[in-house]
């Protein structure tokens, strides 16, 4: 397969953060209008401060954040970064797309919880009316934050579950912070009807992936750890736990994986676990679909039918109503 075929496929992003996925323009633009006082302090051009020096660990590649967060405070910034994003994944043919991102951190110019997803959810929309495009919101917690905050913020996604709130997810530092935490905030989200998707065994702790599979994760963010684990990697393997892999992510930040090819997303593949290949932070990591596709592709020599179940195990993994599942698993038939 050559990347021509690959931009042209219908293809899915399940595992995309809002905030680390700005256009570097938009970065530039968004920067230059913020009142100064609101610039947090930096070195060099903006454009070059939001990309973290890779390889580095979780920790330190979340320091950028600090920086898109800031650009992110008034709503109609909010709703251009959805927009764009939705835009930017319709132009290389992703189909779905699954944005995600931490409400409270957009707090500080004023506005409210619901007002942040809201004007989300709009700039998404936006995106939907003008590309064929369909998205779904999943609002994230922060293991690092109290859980009263997690839990306000999973019953956020359980009131605005049907204005297109598909999702709930803890983000933020791994190492020192275990799920368990933030058990209350994830038995709302799950009584109130919401998915549960858990970041886990992405820049350490395998244990990490065991704990989110018992508060009842139905997909796991990375799981680059799990073959550490192999009762584990037994039981993702018997229930069918999709694994979110970001692989250039994963590349930067894991510190296990010297090259792609290193990755285990190709064992897990073999081991039958549905694999699907997200972007992550389209800026911090400059990529795009298309090259994480593409890569994933080129390191492992996968032929057309191996494609095709990591799309088909994309679509089954969705957080999408039934009709569009069926609805995106045609587009894939059709296409492969
Ligand atoms: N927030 C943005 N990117 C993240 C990642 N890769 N892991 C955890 N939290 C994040
Ligand atoms: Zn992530």
Redesign the pocket.
Known sequence: MDRATIERLPKFDLHC?LD?SLRPGTVRELWDALPPGERPPISGPVEEAVLPHVPCS?EEF?QA?RITVALLQRAEALERAAYELGADAAAENVVYLEIRFAPLLHLARGLTPNEVVEAVLAGAKRAEKEYPIRTGVILCGMRQEPPERSAAVARLAVRLRDRGVVGFDL??PERGFPLSIHAEAIRIARDGGVHLTL?AG?GCCPEHIAEALDLGAERIGHGVYLFQDPATERRVRELRIPLEICPT?NLQ?SGILRTLSDHPLKRYLDLGIPVTVNT??RLMSRTSSTDELWRVVEAFGLGPDEVRTILLSSVDASFAPEPVRRELAHQIRAAL
């Open positions: 953060h680390g979780l979340l954040f983000a933020g970041h992405e992510s930040i992550d932070n």
